[in-house]
Every structure is written in structure tokens, then in C-alpha cells.
């Protein structure tokens, strides 16, 4: 299982709609199809999801530091040797979804070869996963209306609702028309990306006290150190680090600081070999989790429910696993399938990728095509 090459093809595609959120919005998925090359003639995929505004990686980024940084480095490497292969790429600062996709892209090779499915040698604790779905920013009635299709379509009883507008009653009034219109039997909870401050958070949840939330992830900046504290010691439920818990250290820092008491984990970030770590982290500290959506497509989905699907404390929660019904098209040759409210991962050999050629020769970016 020698690793003789690895390729970072960067493509794009629109969005349906824009989606909008507190730390920014996008209209195209600016991803890198991530392809790593065995001495076996396997072939191991997976995406890594340019989000500038959250981790300061870009398309360009991205493939710069695959191509220039990592790949000389770990080509002629076994992908056996993972951690040798994350010791190569640690010695670059930053890049978490750039390191993630390779790492995916490994265990895809590492899976194919053996004839297993990833998610059976992760842990194979199950074969699917509920499904959570985003809604952002919009209309109440808007908001409304596309949870109710999302009900009706794919039997999704899971949202998560974009906050953080200014004033908060904006997002109260959707929380509570999402409530009354879809009635009790629906889940919700609320994710700030950073956009209030620490008071303007416990005033909202406080107005929405008689909502029945189930979680509040990342309202206020984790920056602000003593407001963040002082709201998670006040916050009614399970207060959620997102993006102020890319790394293992962060993890163990802010629930040990009390700055959260859950941890949302998103593959696109902490690849497998990582996200393993953040989850027994949290499951040796007694911290729930939610595996979390980077916006991505459909590869970057298949890798979340592979992940979510192999652990008992990752399927106890809904994952976000709908996001890619945003995107107006998608480069998988077989399309995933949402059916009554949950996903399936895929019981073949690695993670179950298959790239259509059409499309990734439509929607790539660079001159290969």
C-alpha cells in the first residue's frame, strides 16, 4: 500500500440558493476532489471544503499545500503508516481540511485494499445515521415551508437553525413559527456561528425558553472568555464548540475551561484519525457530540455518515447530513438517498466513492480537464 501519488483537482458548483449564516454566506461549492494513489493501482477520494471565513482556508490554499507541502513528503510512504503521515503534514501549521481530506483519502485506500468498508473498521456500530437539515437565514414562512417539504420528502423530524442576527427577536420569531407550525414532535437547536455577544445570547434563549431546544451551538465568540463561560454556566441545554474546537487541544481546553459541554465533529476538519480522537476525548469526559456539516457535497456527507455511523455516542444525536440538497448537481456517480429521515453508509470495500467523469470534467477548475 505505497502511496505513489496524490492529485488536489479543485471544482465548483452553484448552489440552488444562497445560504446564509452569521460568519458569512456562499453561492458555489469551492471544493478540492482530494485523490490519493497506492502502488496497488487503488485509488482512495475525498473532499476538502474551502470555508475562508471559518478556518482561513481557500480553493487555492488548499491545493497549494497538497501539492506543494504534503504530497513530497508522504508520497512513497505506506498508508498504513498514519500517523507518519500526519507527523509529515503537522509540520505545516493550519490547513485542517486540506490534512483531513488526505487523511479520508488514505483510509479510502486502506479500506479498498483490504475489501473492507471503512466504517466497519472504524467501529461498525451501525449502518446509518438520522438526518438533521440546516436552515439558514431566510423568511420565517420561508423556513417553515422548506422544513415542512424536508418532513414531507425525506422524513427529517431534525433542524438546525442559523442564528445570530441582529436584532435576536429575527431568529426568535423563526425558532418559535417553526415550533407552532411544525408541532412537538420535531427537534430543534440553534447555531450562532459567534454572531451575538454573551448577553444577547441568554436574552434570546430566554425568549425562547418555551421552545423545547435541544442544543445551542457556538452563540457568542469563544474569544470572549469570561462572557462565553458566563453564558454556558446559565445556558438551558448542551452548549455546542464548533469552530472554536478544530483540534484535539481546543477540545480538552474549552470544556475544561467550561466554555462548552458538547462538541460538534465535522470530518471535513478532522478527517477519521482525528475525529477518533475528539470522540473518545469526549466520551472520557462525559461530552456529547453531533457530527456537524461543513456545507459539503455529497463526498464530504458520505465520509460524515461513514464516521458517524461506526461509533454508538456519534448516532445517539441526528447528524447533518443534507446539506449537499442544496447543491444543484454533485460529482458522485451514485447519488446518496435520504430515506425516512435516515442515511446509510456504504457497505463496500473504503468509503464507497465513485466519481462521475462527466461531471468532474464539467465542474473542475484546472486545466486537466
Same mark, same amino acid.
Given at each position: 500500500?505505497?502511496?505513489?501519488?496524490?492529485?488536489?483537482?479543485?471544482?465548483?458548483?452553484?448552489?440552488?440558493?444562497?445560504?446564509?449564516?452569521?460568519?458569512?454566506?456562499?453561492?458555489?461549492?469551492?471544493?478540492?476532489?482530494?485523490?490519493?494513489?497506492?502502488?496497488?493501482?487503488?485509488?482512495?477520494?475525498?473532499?476538502?471544503?474551502?470555508?475562508?471565513?471559518?478556518?482561513?482556508?481557500?480553493?487555492?490554499?488548499?491545493?497549494?499545500?497538497?501539492?506543494?507541502?504534503?504530497?513530497?513528503?508522504?508520497?512513497?510512504?505506506?498508508?498504513?503508516?498514519?500517523?507518519?503521515?500526519?507527523?509529515?503534514?503537522?509540520?505545516?501549521?493550519?490547513?485542517?481540511?486540506?490534512? *483531513?481530506?488526505?487523511?479520508?483519502?488514505?483510509?479510502?485506500?486502506?479500506?479498498?485494499?483490504?475489501?473492507?468498508?471503512?466504517?466497519?473498521?472504524?467501529?461498525?456500530?451501525?449502518?446509518?445515521?438520522?438526518?438533521?437539515?440546516?436552515?439558514?437565514?431566510?423568511?420565517?414562512?420561508?423556513?417553515?415551508?422548506?422544513?415542512?417539504?424536508?418532513?414531507?420528502?425525506? %422524513?427529517?423530524?431534525?433542524?438546525?437553525?442559523?442564528?445570530?442576527?441582529?436584532?435576536?427577536?429575527?431568529?426568535?420569531?423563526?425558532?418559535?413559527?417553526?415550533?407552532?407550525?411544525?408541532?412537538?414532535?420535531?427537534?430543534?437547536?440553534?447555531? %450562532?456561528?459567534?454572531?451575538?455577544?454573551?448577553?444577547?445570547?441568554?436574552?434570546?434563549?430566554?425568549?425562547?425558553?418555551?421552545?423545547?431546544?435541544?442544543?445551542?451551538?457556538?452563540?457568542?465568540?469563544?474569544?470572549?472568555?469570561?462572557?462565553?463561560?458566563?453564558?454556558?454556566?446559565?445556558?438551558?441545554?448542551?452548549?455546542?464548540?464548533?469552530? *472554536?474546537?478544530?483540534?484535539?487541544?481546543?477540545?480538552?481546553?474549552?470544556?475544561?475551561?467550561?466554555?462548552?459541554?458538547?462538541?460538534?465533529?465535522?470530518?471535513?476538519?478532522?478527517?477519521?484519525?482525528?475525529?477518533?480522537?475528539?470522540?473518545?476525548?469526549?466520551?472520557?469526559? %462525559?461530552?456529547?457530540?453531533?457530527?456537524?456539516?461543513?456545507?459539503?457535497?455529497?463526498?464530504?456527507?458520505?465520509?460524515?455518515?461513514?464516521?458517524?455511523?461506526?461509533?454508538?455516542?456519534?448516532?445517539?444525536?441526528?447528524?447533518?447530513?443534507?446539506?449537499?440538497?442544496?447543491? *444543484?448537481?454533485?460529482?458522485?456517480?451514485?447519488?446518496?438517498?435520504?430515506?425516512?429521515?435516515?442515511?446509510?453508509?456504504?457497505?463496500?470495500?473504503?468509503?464507497?466513492?465513485?466519481?462521475?467523469?462527466?461531471?468532474?470534467?464539467?465542474?473542475?477548475?484546472?486545466?486537466?480537464?
Amino acid at each position: 500500500m505505497k502511496i505513489t501519488a496524490m492529485e488536489a483537482i479543485p471544482f465548483a458548483i452553484p448552489y440552488t440558493k444562497p445560504l446564509r449564516f452569521a460568519s458569512g454566506e456562499v453561492h458555489s461549492a469551492q471544493h478540492v476532489l482530494v485523490r490519493v494513489h497506492s502502488d496497488d493501482g487503488v485509488v482512495g477520494l475525498a473532499e476538502a471544503p474551502a470555508r475562508p471565513f471559518t478556518y482561513g482556508e481557500t480553493q487555492e490554499s488548499i491545493v497549494a499545500a497538497i501539492q506543494t507541502l504534503f504530497a513530497p513528503g508522504i508520497v512513497g510512504m505506506s498508508a498504513m503508516d498514519r500517523e507518519a503521515v500526519h507527523a509529515v503534514m503537522d509540520r505545516t501549521v493550519g490547513n485542517p481540511t486540506a490534512k *483531513s481530506a488526505v487523511d479520508m483519502a488514505i483510509w479510502d485506500v486502506i479500506g479498498k485494499t483490504l475489501g473492507q468498508p471503512v466504517t466497519a473498521l472504524l467501529g461498525g456500530y451501525s449502518d446509518s445515521m438520522r438526518v438533521s437539515h440546516m436552515l439558514g437565514f431566510a423568511e420565517p414562512a420561508k423556513m417553515v415551508a422548506e422544513a415542512e417539504r424536508m418532513r414531507e420528502t425525506y %422524513g427529517i423530524t431534525t433542524f438546525k437553525v442559523k442564528v445570530g442576527r441582529k436584532p435576536f427577536r429575527l431568529d426568535v420569531d423563526v425558532c418559535r413559527a417553526l415550533r407552532e407550525e411544525l408541532g412537538e414532535e420535531i427537534e430543534l437547536y440553534i447555531d %450562532g456561528n459567534r454572531g451575538w455577544t454573551a448577553s444577547e445570547s441568554l436574552r434570546a434563549l430566554n425568549a425562547m425558553a418555551e421552545l423545547d431546544l435541544t442544543l445551542a451551538e457556538e452563540l457568542c465568540p469563544a474569544d470572549d472568555v469570561l462572557g462565553r463561560k458566563w453564558l454556558v454556566e446559565r445556558c438551558p441545554v448542551p452548549f455546542v464548540a464548533d469552530e *472554536s474546537a478544530t483540534r484535539p487541544g481546543e477540545v480538552t481546553r474549552e470544556l475544561l475551561n467550561g466554555a462548552a459541554n458538547a462538541v460538534s465533529i465535522k470530518t471535513a476538519r478532522t478527517g477519521f484519525s482525528h475525529s477518533q480522537r475528539v470522540l473518545f476525548q469526549c466520551d472520557g469526559l %462525559g461530552a456529547e457530540v453531533v457530527m456537524g456539516n461543513q456545507i459539503d457535497g455529497q463526498l464530504g456527507t458520505l465520509c460524515t455518515v461513514t464516521f458517524g455511523a461506526a461509533f454508538k455516542s456519534t448516532t445517539l444525536r441526528a447528524g447533518e447530513l443534507s446539506n449537499f440538497l442544496d447543491m *444543484s448537481d454533485d460529482l458522485l456517480a451514485e447519488p446518496l438517498e435520504i430515506v425516512d429521515g435516515r442515511l446509510a453508509a456504504r457497505q463496500v470495500p473504503g468509503i464507497g466513492i465513485a466519481i462521475d467523469p462527466e461531471k468532474l470534467s464539467k465542474y473542475r477548475l484546472d486545466q486537466g480537464n
